[in-house]
C-alpha cells in the first residue's frame, strides 16, 4: 500500500487533483500490472506505455480528471486527461499526461506540447524481495507544468540501415526541471548507480 507518509503535500498539483486520487491510482495500477510482468521482458518500451495507460484508467476513475474520449486525441494527440468540465480541446492548465518510466529523471515525448505531466517511475522486482506480493512497484511520482519551450528535439536515429528509433522530444535539464517535482516518493528506496534500490539493501 502507498503510504501516506511517503506523499509530499508540498508539491503543486494539477487543478483539482488530490493525494487520495493518486494514492488509489498508484494502488490500481501496481494490482493490474502484477499479472503482466511478462511483457516486462519482452519488451520493457511496451510495458513502460503500460504503466502511463493504465495511469489515465486510474486517474479517470479516482479523479476528476476524465479520459479523452475522442479516439485520434486520446492515441495520437494530447492531452491523455482534461479535467471535468473543462473545454475540448483542454487548455494547457486543465490537460494532463500520463507517462510510465523506470529511468529516474527522464521525460520523453511525442510532442512539445505545454501542460501539466505525471510520471509514474516504476521498478520491476519479480522475487518480491521489495515487498510481498508486489512484483511492480511505483516507487515515485512526479507531477510538474511543462512549458513548449522546456523541450528540446531529439532527433531520430533511424536511417536506410534500419534501426534506431523514432523522433521524440525529452525535457532540458530534467534533474533540474524534476527536482522538488515529487509528490510520491518510497522512503525504503534510494538511488544507487542511477537505478533505484532498496534502502536495506536486499
Do not use: C
Not at 27 to 53: R, T, W
Amino acid at each position: 500500500m502507498a503510504r501516506v507518509s511517503d506523499f509530499d503535500e508540498t508539491v503543486p498539483l494539477p487543478p483539482g487533483l488530490t493525494i487520495p486520487a493518486i494514492r488509489k491510482s498508484i494502488e490500481y495500477i501496481e494490482q493490474e500490472l502484477a499479472e503482466l510482468i511478462d511483457i516486462y521482458h519482452e519488451q520493457a518500451n511496451v510495458f513502460s506505455a503500460l504503466v502511463g495507460i493504465f495511469g489515465v484508467r486510474a486517474l479517470d476513475s479516482f479523479s476528476v480528471y476524465e479520459k479523452s474520449r475522442h479516439r485520434d486525441v486520446a492515441q495520437q494527440r494530447f492531452p491523455d486527461l482534461k479535467k471535468r468540465g473543462s473545454s475540448t480541446p483542454a487548455p494547457p492548465k486543465m490537460a494532463l499526461e500520463s507517462k510510465g518510466s523506470k529511468r529516474p529523471w527522464e521525460l520523453q515525448s511525442h510532442y512539445d506540447h505545454p501542460g501539466w505531466y505525471i510520471v509514474w517511475r516504476y521498478l520491476v522486482d519479480p522475487t518480491e524481495s521489495i515487498e510481498r506480493g508486489k512484483p511492480v512497484i511505483i516507487w515515485r511520482v512526479d507531477i510538474l507544468f511543462v512549458e513548449k519551450q522546456d523541450w528540446e528535439y531529439q532527433g531520430s536515429s533511424a536511417g536506410p540501415r534500419g534501426g534506431g528509433r523514432t523522433h521524440t522530444f525529452g525535457i532540458k535539464n530534467p534533474a533540474k526541471k524534476l527536482k522538488g517535482k515529487s509528490v510520491y516518493r518510497r522512503a525504503d528506496i534510494r538511488l544507487a548507480g542511477g537505478k533505484p534500490t532498496p534502502v536495506n539493501g536486499s
